[in-house]
């Protein structure tokens, strides 16, 4: 019986959603994959650093003696202090469970066993070694020194000089975070007065609106009753969108959850009725609505209503998105995080492909060409935050070569139509083939070879496509001689594992069964915003506020376009050197809790 079913249409799926969710994620998640050398001669400095990333790796082994017995967040302090080297995950034998659990970012109280396996991102297996080498007295009098001072900067409310490496006060960084709590609330704003309106749109209901805080699971069944309520009007069309009730649920039907690639339900499928309609303990949990919706409700005629939307440019007839959807649904995100998806077509779903996709809430569609400018604009382009294109090869007409035809002439179309994108937006366009990246740099007025290394093109860096090509023989391949990578991947990109896509948290503290008050201390890969006291600071500064202040586990960075450098896109900086400088525009690549933000703390 196989451990690991995976396709990789259906894998592009969950990583062209984590580019929705995380910016760059496509990258960060890709380059770990592959195992390449790093270039000879850099043309422009921008790609020194991110090739220093890219060419990290997934290794997992077992711990040394010196890191046995360690909490979590100090044996990931001393080995990237010590060895450069991220330690983000274990794989653990659970109690009462056949395999072991990837766990990502472990609970602080995590302590690493004698049997577990560290997962570990680093350049070389001589990284690892260096790891294996520590010494059980220096990690020991390492920690003790670590600790020593920063209990000595925490009994100072303000101290007289920058500290190096070590964080700041928590009284000290309080009464800083005050002077700068209000600018921070500004830039939430918007999103403030969009739950506003909904709120008094949906006064007479008022009492269903507490899931956001109340949102209860049945230990072994289904969801409370505590929704959440959303109701948008379309002024062009003159009519009402329904009201859309939802909350945590698992999902209806196994078939359903066997879609998702749920090896729970994989391991089973012998035995597993697959019509059978009652819900399944192992299915997945997301948000689901109360009641399908129909079409007819979901098909809108004007994006007026939505700002911040999804936009997914399809070429053909909806299809092959249930996992798209599902990811963008995850139990990892809080109900005021799920954004609005449109998806633009020329005909709209068959009934079977909307039967799967009926209960998600916010998902809407639009007929129309997404190769004809009117079209983009009536679907809200210049109002979406992200611009999803999708290339299938069945897509293909009489008059088109490549299947990716459609994709490009798309992108360049949005190049035109998004020359004053709105802030923070991104576009994201999926590639069949790898070679027809070249073709993305038209618009640059960059000359551009016939063979291309896509690894060090601005798109791919920047997380702006993603390609299949890329994917199909690493997958085949990994599988076979690294399995656990794999599984790390699909942890990563928020694929149910074989517990039914129970986090961290419950699995330590609930066993078997779901708490809903714990989702709030799981960790998933998130891009927060460089908090001000790390700006200007070193990365290991960086890493050591973060780890043992908050919890919280660095992986990288995005940086943004600097004349300088010469990146006229944003680039993925994975792993950073510890001295590598903090930039004001920098963003952090975190295994975080859901929500999780540096000034609430």
Same mark, same amino acid.
């Given at each position: 019986?196989?451990?690991?079913?995976?396709c990789?249409?259906?894998?592009?799926q !969950?990583?062209?959603?984590m580019?929705?969710?995380?910016?760059? &994620?496509?990258?960060?998640?890709?380059?770990?994959l592959h195992?390449?050398?790093p270039? =000879?001669? !850099?043309?422009?400095?921008?790609?020194?650093?991110? =090739?220093?990333?890219s060419?990290?790796?997934i290794?997992?082994?077992?711990?040394?003696a &010196?890191?046995?017995?360690l909490?979590?967040?100090?044996?990931?302090?001393?080995?990237?202090?010590?060895c450069?080297v991220?330690l983000?995950?274990?794989?653990?034998?659970?109690?009462?469970?056949? $395999?072991?659990?990837?766990?990502?970012?472990?609970?602080?109280n995590y302590?690493?066993?004698?049997d577990?396996?560290?997962v /570990?991102?680093c350049?070389?297996?001589r990284e690892?070694? =260096?790891?294996?080498?520590?010494?059980?007295?220096?990690?020991?009098?390492?920690?003790?020194?670590?600790? &020593?001072?920063?209990?000595?900067?925490?009994?100072?409310s303000?101290?007289?000089?920058?500290?190096?490496?070590a964080s700041?006060?928590?009284?000290?960084r309080?009464?800083?975070l005050q002077?700068?709590?209000?600018?921070?609330k500004?830039q939430?704003?918007q999103e403030?007065?969009?739950?506003?309106?909904?709120?008094?749109e949906?006064?007479p209901?008022?009492?269903?609106?507490?899931?956001?805080?109340?949102?209860?699971?049945?230990p072994?069944?289904p969801?409370s009753? +505590?929704?959440?309520?959303r109701?948008?009007?379309?002024?062009e069309?003159?009519r009402?969108?329904?009201?859309?009730?939802?909350s945590?649920?698992r999902?209806?039907? #196994?078939?359903?959850a066997?879609?998702t690639g749920?090896r729970?339900?994989?391991?089973r499928?012998?035995?597993?009725?697959l019509?059978h309609t009652?819900?399944?303990e192992?299915?997945?949990?997301?948000?689901?609505?109360?009641? #399908?919706a129909?079409l007819e409700?979901?098909?809108?005629?004007s994006?007026?209503?939505?700002n911040? $939307?999804?936009?997914v440019?399809m $070429?053909?007839?909806?299809?092959?998105?249930?996992?798209?959807?599902y990811?963008?649904?995850?139990?990892?995100?809080? #109900?005021?995080?799920l954004?609005d998806?449109?998806?633009?077509c020329?005909?709209?779903? +068959?009934?079977k +492909?909307?039967?799967?996709?009926?209960?998600f809430?916010?998902? !809407?569609?639009?007929l129309g060409d997404?190769? $004809?400018?009117e079209?983009?604009?009536? &679907?809200?382009v210049?109002r979406?935050?992200?611009?999803?294109?999708m290339?299938?090869?069945?897509?293909?007409?009489?008059?088109?070569?490549s299947?990716?035809? #459609?994709?490009?002439?798309?992108?360049?179309?949005?190049?035109?139509l998004?020359?004053d994108?709105?802030? =923070?937006?991104?576009?994201?366009?999926?590639?069949v083939?790898k070679?027809?990246i070249?073709?993305?740099?038209?618009?640059?007025g960059?000359?551009?070879a016939e063979e291309?290394?896509?690894? /060090? +093109?601005?798109?791919?860096a920047?997380g702006?496509v993603?390609?299949?090509g890329?994917?199909?023989?690493?997958?085949?391949?990994q599988?076979? /001689?690294?399995?656990?990578i794999?599984s790390v991947?699909?942890?990563?990109?928020?694929?149910?594992?074989?517990?039914y896509?129970?986090?961290t948290a419950h699995?330590?503290?609930?066993g078997?069964?779901?708490?809903s008050?714990?989702?709030?201390?799981?960790?998933?890969?998130m891009?927060?915003?460089?908090p001000?006291?790390l700006?200007?600071?070193c990365f290991?500064?960086?890493?050591?506020?973060?780890v043992?202040?908050?919890?919280v586990?660095p992986?990288?960075?995005?940086?943004a376009?600097?004349e300088?450098m010469?990146?006229?896109l944003?680039?993925?900086?994975t792993?950073p050197?510890?001295?590598?400088?903090?930039?004001?525009?920098?963003?952090i690549y975190?295994l975080a809790?859901p929500?999780?933000n540096?000034?609430?703390?």
């Amino acid at each position: 019986m196989a451990k690991e079913i995976i396709c990789v249409r259906e894998f592009k799926q !969950y990583l062209l959603a984590m580019n929705c969710r995380c910016r760059g &994620a496509s990258t960060l998640l890709t380059n770990l994959l592959h195992q390449r050398r790093p270039m =000879d001669i !850099y043309h422009e400095s921008w790609q020194a650093q991110y =090739d220093d990333g890219s060419c990290n790796e997934i290794y997992m082994d077992k711990p040394p003696a &010196a890191l046995i017995g360690l909490a979590f967040k100090e044996a990931a302090w001393i080995v990237y202090i010590e060895c450069q080297v991220i330690l983000f995950g274990v794989k653990t034998r659970l109690l009462n469970c056949e $395999h072991r659990e990837i766990l990502l970012n472990p609970e602080s109280n995590y302590i690493i066993k004698e049997d577990d396996l560290c997962v /570990y991102m680093c350049e070389s297996p001589r990284e690892i070694d =260096d790891v294996n080498a520590l010494n059980y007295t220096f990690v020991r009098n390492k920690l003790e020194i670590m600790k &020593a001072r920063r209990r000595h900067y925490a009994s100072k409310s303000k101290p007289d000089f920058p500290m190096p490496t070590a964080s700041r006060s928590s009284s000290f960084r309080n009464e800083l975070l005050q002077s700068i709590r209000n600018s921070s609330k500004l830039q939430n704003l918007q999103e403030q007065q969009q739950q506003q309106l909904e709120t008094e749109e949906a006064a007479p209901l008022q009492q269903l609106q507490q899931a956001q805080s109340n949102t209860t699971l049945h230990p072994s069944g289904p969801p409370s009753p +505590t929704k959440l309520l959303r109701r948008s009007t379309s002024n062009e069309s003159n009519r009402s969108i329904p009201r859309q009730i939802f909350s945590l649920a698992r999902l209806p039907t #196994p078939r359903l959850a066997l879609l998702t690639g749920s090896r729970k339900l994989i391991s089973r499928l012998g035995q597993l009725g697959l019509d059978h309609t009652d819900q399944d303990e192992s299915s997945p949990l997301c948000f689901l609505l109360e009641t #399908p919706a129909t079409l007819e409700e979901l098909t809108i005629q004007s994006t007026d209503f939505l700002n911040g $939307h999804i936009l997914v440019c399809m $070429h053909h007839k909806v299809s092959n998105i249930f996992k798209f959807i599902y990811n963008l649904r995850s139990p990892q995100l809080k #109900p005021n995080e799920l954004q609005d998806i449109v998806f633009l077509c020329t005909s709209l779903p +068959t009934d079977k +492909t909307f039967e799967r996709v009926s209960r998600f809430p916010k998902v !809407y569609f639009m007929l129309g060409d997404c190769q $004809h400018p009117e079209d983009l604009i009536k &679907a809200g382009v210049m109002r979406a935050k992200q611009v999803v294109v999708m290339s299938e090869r069945e897509c293909l007409d009489q008059y088109q070569r490549s299947s990716d035809s #459609p994709a490009i002439m798309t992108s360049h179309l949005l190049d035109l139509l998004l020359k004053d994108k709105p802030h =923070d937006a991104s576009r994201i366009v999926n590639l069949v083939e790898k070679s027809n990246i070249r073709f993305m740099h038209l618009l640059q007025g960059k000359d551009v070879a016939e063979e291309v290394d896509v690894f /060090y +093109t601005p798109a791919y860096a920047a997380g702006n496509v993603v390609v299949d090509g890329l994917l199909s023989n690493v997958l085949l391949s990994q599988t076979y /001689y690294k399995p656990d990578i794999v599984s790390v991947i699909k942890a990563l990109c928020g694929m149910p594992g074989p517990l039914y896509d129970k986090d961290t948290a419950h699995i330590l503290m609930c066993g078997t069964h779901v708490r809903s008050k714990l989702f709030s201390h799981s960790r998933h890969l998130m891009l927060v915003v460089m908090p001000p006291l790390l700006i200007d600071k070193c990365f290991s500064f960086l890493f050591e506020n973060l780890v043992m202040d908050h919890d919280v586990l660095p992986l990288g960075i995005l940086r943004a376009p600097d004349e300088h450098m010469g990146n006229e896109l944003s680039f993925v900086y994975t792993n950073p050197v510890s001295s590598l400088i903090m930039r004001r525009s920098d963003k952090i690549y975190v295994l975080a809790s859901p929500g999780w933000n540096y000034f609430s703390q």
